[in-house]
Structures are given as C-alpha cells and as structure tokens.
C-alpha cells in the first residue's frame, strides 16, 4: 500500500456498557441526536436558593398551566358566535328566551355537560389568582430590588406579562356575553369612541359596524385563545430562561455572596418540591372554584344594549380602570364642531400612566445611582425606604381606584352616600400616596434605627438586673455573627456630589440640567433623613467592651 493512500476507518468502539433496557436505550438515541446528557448535567443540579416569597413566581406558573389546560377543555364546547338562538336547555328560567350561541353555549356548558361548571370555575378562578399572583410577584422583585442588573430584561418581560394577562382576563369574561360582560364590552366601546379624531373609525374596525355588531365575540375569542396566549408562552419561556442563565436572586446571610448561590439543586430536591406544589395550588383552586361561584352568568340574564346590571363590576384587576372613569367629572370639550370627552379619554390615558410609573421606577433608581454592577443580593425593604415608600404608595393608590370603582356597591352595602364616596376618592387619589409614602419612609427608617440598636446593643432578654447603685437595667444578649452578618451587609450608596461652580483655574463651570436633577433625586433617596448610617465597627466594639452596655 502507498504511503499516501489510507486505509478505511474500522469500526468506532465505545466504552459505554450496552443499554440496560429500552428506555435507556430511546435516550441513548435520544442524547445522540439532541445532546440532552450533556444538557441535563449542567441544568438539572443547577442550585436555587429557598425562600417562601420564591414560591410566588412559582404560583404565576402553575396557574398559567392551569389556565391553558381548562381553557382547551372549554373550546371543545363554547360556541363563539353572536347569532341568534332560542334558548331549550336545561335551565329552566332562560327557556324560550333570544339569545346569543356563545351565551347559549356557556349556558350548556354549565348545566348541561358533565363537570362543565367546575371547569368554568377552575378557569375563571385560576385567572383571577393568576393576575393577583403576578402582582404580588412583582412587588416582591420590586420591593428587594431584585431588578436590578443585570435582571431589568427580566422585570420588562415581567411586566409585559402583567400587562397581556389583565387583557386576555377582560377578553376572556367578555366572551359568554352576558349582561355582565356585554357591559364590559359597551364600556370598551365608550374608551375606544373617546379617542379624538380616529375614535369612531376604530370602533367601526373593532365591532365590523355599530355597536355591538355581530363579529366582537368571535374576534375577542380568537385573540383570547390564540394570539395573547401565544405571546405570553413566548415571554414566558424567555423569563425562565433569563433566570437560569442569570440565577436566582437570594437574601442576605452568612456564606452568601454575589458570586455564589447558597440552596438546593433543581433535580431532585427542588423539582419534587415544585411538583408538590404544583398539585397543591391546582388543588386550593379546585376547592374555591367548587365552594365560591364567579360570575354566574345565568342570573344576569343575556346581553341587551338597553340593560345594565345593578352590580356591574370587572374582575378585581381591571378595578382600577372602572375607579379611573367613576371619579372623573363628565368634563367635555367642543372644538370646531367636535366633542372631546374628557370624561373619558383623561382617564384612558392615565390608565397606562398608573402601571408605568410602576415599571419605569428600575430605570430611574439605575439612573439616579449610577450603578452599573450585577447584583444578585436581594435587599431587605426597609434598608430602601424611599423605594419601599414609593412601592407601597403606588398599591395605595391602587387601591383608592379599586374603591372608585366599587362606589356603587359600598354605597349600597355600607348605606352611604355615592357623591360622598366618589368626592372622598378623588381627594384620596392626590393625597394617600404622598400619606403612605411618608410613613412607609419614616417606617424603614425606624426599623433601620432599631437594627441598629440590635448590632450594638444585643437583643432584649427580659432579664432585669439591678446594679451596685440601686438602677434596674435590662440585660441585652449579643447577636451570633451570622445575624449580625444579616443586619450590616447591605450597602448605603451616598448622594451624588455636584463638582465646584469654579474650577482649579477660576474657571466657572456650571452643571447641567440632567446633572442637577440626578443630584436632587441622588439627596432624596440617600441623603439625611433618607437612611440611618449603620453602626461602624469602632462603634461597636466600644459598645461591647462595656462601656455603657450592660
């Protein structure tokens, strides 16, 4: 054989025993196809560390799931169609009535088909609590300043999906069409109607017509079922990922750095924890669903557009829009043979302004700082008080809304006057946030000084000693390092120094505009009166080598 000719490969060896059964051997085919060995290793022991308001998210996850399941149940029976019907079920008081196929349809599905009801329960409740899951989530990360970088990605998505799951929840009781809904859906109109100039053109291209039309529920199920489901799984899928490729955020304690992670790995501890509580929140909506019945669609009656129920109300997330419109005077304006209703657009372009100032907040903090570092601590709340105090005013003034938009039903409920509960909600709308806020901050700052009082002092033991001289002091035991750790090891960024007005040379130079705002708000988050410096180490060993401790 000539040197320049080679000779045929033999047959590749492996060192690999033979598979031990077929399962092993589809995954054996399965990894050398998709390198799922090598996937799962550097995956499936990744560690996340544990905390109960981790399980949040968690609950966001779980009732999705739950959501897409019952929902694909659903499509088997509902009817989205606005044709006409007379109504011959089982349902006795709506027999012989007009109706619509998709009322008629949600009718049949919960009196006529097997479980039908539950499941429309389970569906409805898991919407609500997945809504309200995600706010609170969100809240968590705001509160700890876990969006921070490099996590501000993450928060957009986060809020993204907020954004899409309040609308597919409105979508989604809009379609039985019912009385209830059908007054969602004419409110809807009202809002899209006060845009000025292209107000009427879009209500045409939304209802294909004047109102209701005939092509509302068909499209609302379509973009219900479909396209946001469709978007949400995306983002979905995308915020996993960024937090497994940027890992968990996790509170401050001994051996926890931003380096490390201190927890369980994912497979198996944290998998069968997830497993269990998965089946565990499906479990807790189940019962509610079965116990306690939302919107009961047959004592409304179906949609008429001469009709309004007594108790119109949307799911609690959508409260505050209601709370926007209710408080809001009837102002109109007439330009050039046009009116602008101001009663109602006003509030439609606060409606977005409301969730912004929310989801705008990580940017300013980052801006105001200047800090460009990974964090992966997560901060306790009251070592942020501004940012604790702007949190907990913005859910305040949630909240007002939220009774703006139930006036009628406290009004009725509580015997008062409705002028009297909306005039109490608009002076509350300008005036809570800045009341919470203030106290939320004062608060921080108290328990900031009481940590304080804890590092250098020790804790209460409820002894009481009395000295030589006759006083009765209290004896404080010292804190074990690791607390110790815990209460000292966050940081306390300083305001931001303007340069001179003159330079080394007598030259004046003036700071800019941006320059100077940066530095106002830099003194209001960090400035005097906006942290407790914590205790220096000179401090304390002077406290604990006894001089005035006790």
Known sequence: MRADQQSSPGPVTSTRSAPANKAEALADWADGRLGIYALSKSNLRKIFPDHWSFMLGEICLYTFVIIIITGVWLTFFFQPSMAEVTYEGSYVPLRGILMSQAYASTVDISFDIRGGLLIRQIHHWAAIVFVAAM?????????????????????????????????????????????????????????????????????????????????????????????????MLGLLVAHLILVFYHKHTQFSGPGRKEENVVGMPLMPVYMAKAGGFFFLV???????????????????????PDQVSTDAQPDWYMGFSEGLIRIMPGWEIGLWGHTLNLGVFVPLMVFPLVLVAIWAYPFLEAWVTGDRREHHIADRPRNAPVRTGFGAAWISLYVILLIGGGNDLIATHLHLSINAITNAVRIGFFVVPVVVFVITKRWCLGLQRRDKEKVLHGRETGVIKRLQHGEFVE????????????????????????????????????????????????????????????????????????????
């Open 475 to 550: 004896v404080h035991a010292p804190l074990p390092q690791g607390r110790l750790y815990t209460l000292t090891s966050h940081e306390q960024p300083q305001p931001v120094v303007l340069p001179a007005e003159v330079d080394e040379n007598g030259v004046a130079r003036r700071a800019g505009l941006l320059a100077r705002t940066r530095a106002k708000f830099s003194r209001g988050f960090f400035g005097q009166g906006s942290q407790i410096a914590k205790p220096t180490v000179e401090e304390h060993e002077e406290i604990t080598s006894g001089h005035g401790h006790h």
């Open 282 to 304: 499906f479990g807790i909506i189940s019962a509610m669903a079965a116990i306690a019945t939302v919107n009961p669609i047959w004592a409304y009656g179906p949609y008429r």
């Open 135 to 231: 706010l609170v989530h969100m809240m968590r990360v705001f509160f700890t300043g876990a969006f921070r970088k490099p996590r501000e990605i993450n928060w957009i998505f986060g809020a993204l999906l907020l954004f899409l799951g309040m609308f597919d929840g409105f979508m989604g009781y809009s379609l039985p069409d019912d009385l209830l809904s059908g007054t969602g859906i004419r409110f809807m109109e009202g809002a899209v109607l006060a845009v000025p100039l292209v107000g009427t053109y879009l209500q045409f291209f939304i209802f294909g017509g004047q109102f209701p039309g005939f092509v509302i529920v068909p499209r609302l199920f379509t973009v219900h079922i479909l396209l946001i489901p469709g978007i």
